[in-house]
């Protein structure tokens, strides 16, 4: 820290008929906060009058008034930095530095302490001081702006405020290679900061100086000159948006996310919170990939539980929806802050996914001119790269329907409505969304059959993976209805695998029909619950039909060695044990597939060609008695 010595006589001073000490001089000051007068007139050749065009005209002034006292209560800085003009008008030694330099300043400009008065006056002096020195000190530079809060409006007449913010802004905006001077870097530092490869083949490397290594010394600003510094930072236009995001990120949990919620419910720095939350958001850098997903959840989450106004929560929630691919589950669980029953605020968390499919509409065209010709194509980068955001954004959601169906005061409508939104979006599989379905029927044993129905319409259970399959197969919680559906097909998917083996097989349209399409986002064609019949009406099949279908399944798995490796025998036993054996890997019995298909056929959700070739029409009188129903019927 730098720091100046005025004057060099010490701490006494003569009068006229006594050596008087000038500390107990201040000591009078201190108690009274006031001036003697004639204290000023038994000087020898009277130094503060001498020095101060102030105390002068209050000299004169009382000298009409017959009255012996001076009232210099509202000098800035208080007696201590009265203290600091008195001895170096007595010519004493004073010690200037980053912390007292200010006082001192905005002291001697209300005592009028100008050249004008006296050459060499302390104005002078200390503006010297802070020009040369002060200044030019990245760290003596924010002790002074710091100073001023209890100076003001004193440093901000004198544009102290504005040298400083200046100089602040100019050295962290130059290149990092130039940083000469000490700073505080207590995060994760670069290997050569660690002493990592800082020396090589015996020479011994520069240390690097990180982007951001001025971002921890103005987490110490308070919240407006913050602001000031990071906008004349930003203004500057040398510094990279990443940097600021990082230097904002880390004000806000200096300043803003450090126990925020304790905070909130003792009423403790609202205000201030407040103000942080209200510059932080205004700072924020526009540029894509300044800041992270996260980092604008979380600001959200402080909007919400200091009820900020709507135009920070519109502003968060359009940026977050631009980049939400980058969020993660545990950064969604915002908690509501309403008297309503629910853990999360579910509307947030809608609010971001409707911007985000708005965003992702389209993919767009590119137009590309090459002379005097316009060729119109295809934006397949662009395409790929909302493909990939939409599968991360799909998982996300399907991972926050599992958290917040834990929460038993959920409501089935929102939730559903929450899923419905993303339903359009990709997903290789379905397993998100059937782990989000089981937590629900776990923590809510109460529902009905038709709202069970409605949630586990959510799901394809032709887009279920193996393993989720076999826990399907296996889960009391789900209606019978999803169960037959899942062992169905995944006797398709035996089918299949079973043609796939032997080339010369022909899987019937109808299986063909049921096989998941190459986008892999449908949910709507085989959702499970799509009416809202009665499992008596359709003819569901049997606990044992049930087990039977199980059983079935499990010796298909089990023995698919024993097919694949006997396809080659079976071939050269001629065609009719080939085709018993192809009968044997694609058809179920005809009795369970007539009840499961029962209702699906009145339906309409086949064509009338696929359903004469379906597996449960091979019965001709079933076949008859299931197109003599005029209602629409859905098995359970």
């Given at each position: ?538 003819g569901v099949p049997t606990s044992s039909d049930i087990n039977s279908l199980r059983s079935m399944r499990l010796a298909n798995n089990s023995g698919g060695s024993e097919r694949s490796s006997g396809s080659s025998d079976t071939n050269k036993n001629g065609d009719d044990k080939s085709g018993a054996g192809k009968a044997k890997g694609m058809l179920m019995p ?47």
């Open positions: 820290m730098k720091y100046m010595k005025l004057g060099s006589k010490p701490d006494a001073f003569q009068t006229e008929g006594s050596n008087i000490s000038f500390s107990g001089f201040i000591l009078d000051y201190f108690s009274k906060r006031k001036i003697v007068l004639m204290e000023l007139l038994n000087g020898l050749q009277f130094p503060l009058l001498s020095k101060s065009s102030r105390l002068q005209r209050l000299v004169a002034s009382s000298n009409e008034e017959k009255n012996d006292e001076l009232d210099i209560s509202d000098i800035p800085g208080g007696p201590s930095a009265f203290k600091i003009c008195a001895k170096f008008c007595y010519g004493m030694i004073v010690t200037l530095n980053a912390y007292n330099v200010l006082a001192a300043r905005c002291a001697a400009e209300y005592l009028e302490m100008f050249e004008t008065i006296d050459k060499g006056n302390l104005i002078y002096k200390i503006d010297v001081f802070l020009t040369s020195s002060v200044f030019r000190t990245w760290k003596d530079s924010i002790i002074v702006l710091q100073s001023t809060k209890s100076l003001l409006p004193w440093c901000e007449n004198l544009k102290v405020i504005n040298h400083c913010i200046d100089s602040i802004g100019s050295k962290a905006s130059i290149d990092p290679s130039e940083v000469e001077w000490s700073y505080t870097y207590n995060r994760k530092k670069l290997p050569s900061e660690n002493g990592i490869d800082s020396h090589w083949n015996g020479v011994r490397k520069q240390l690097m100086v990180p982007n951001d290594w001025w971002v921890e010394d103005l987490c110490e600003l308070e919240v407006d000159l913050y602001k000031r510094v990071i906008m004349t930072i930003k203004g500057k236009g040398r510094t990279p948006p990443v940097v600021i995001g990082e230097a904002l990120r880390a004000y806000a949990y200096r300043r803003l996310l450090g126990s925020l919620e304790d905070a909130v419910s003792n009423g403790v720095d609202r205000t201030k919170r407040h103000a942080a939350l209200d510059a932080i958001v205004f700072l924020l850098p526009t540029e894509e990939g300044s800041v992270s997903c996260g980092f604008l959840l979380k600001l959200l989450k402080a909007a919400c539980l200091l009820e900020s106004g709507e135009s920070h929560r519109n502003n968060l929630i359009k940026r977050i929806g631009a980049q939400l691919d980058g969020a993660s589950v545990a950064d969604l669980l915002i908690p509501v802050n309403t008297d309503e029953n629910s853990v999360y605020n579910i509307d947030l968390v809608m609010a971001i996914v409707e911007e985000f499919m708005s965003q992702n509409s389209d993919n767009g065209k590119a137009k590309l001119q090459d002379d005097e010709e316009i060729v119109e194509a295809e934006n397949v980068s662009v395409t790929t790269v909302s493909s990939t955001l939409k599968l991360a954004v799909a998982k996300l959601i399907d991972g926050y329907l599992a958290e917040i169906a834990k929460d038993p005061n959920l409501p089935l409508p929102k939730l559903m409505a929450l899923a419905e939104m993303a339903s359009s979006l990709p997903r290789p599989t379905h397993d998100g969304l059937y782990r989000a379905i089981d937590m629900y029927l776990k923590e809510h044993p109460s529902l009905s059959k038709s709202e069970k129905k409605k949630l586990c319409g959510l799901m394809d259970c032709k887009q279920l993976s193996q393993d989720a399959c076999m826990h399907a197969v296996q889960n009391e919680r789900l209606p019978l209805r999803v169960v037959v559906q899942v062992l169905f097909f995944e006797q398709v998917r035996a089918s299949v695998a079973s043609a796939r083996s032997d080339p010369s097989a022909e899987l019937p349209s109808a299986v063909r029909s049921l096989l998941p399409r190459e986008n892999g986002n449908s949910i709507g064609s085989s959702r499970s619950a799509a009416t809202t019949t009665t499992e008596e009406e359709c005809k009795k369970i597939l007539s009840k499961l298909w029962s209702g699906k056929t009145n339906a309409g959700e086949n064509s009338s060609s696929d359903t004469s070739e379906s597996p449960g029409s091979a019965n001709p009188e079933e076949v008859k008695s299931t197109q003599s129903r005029s209602t629409r019927r859905s098995v359970s």
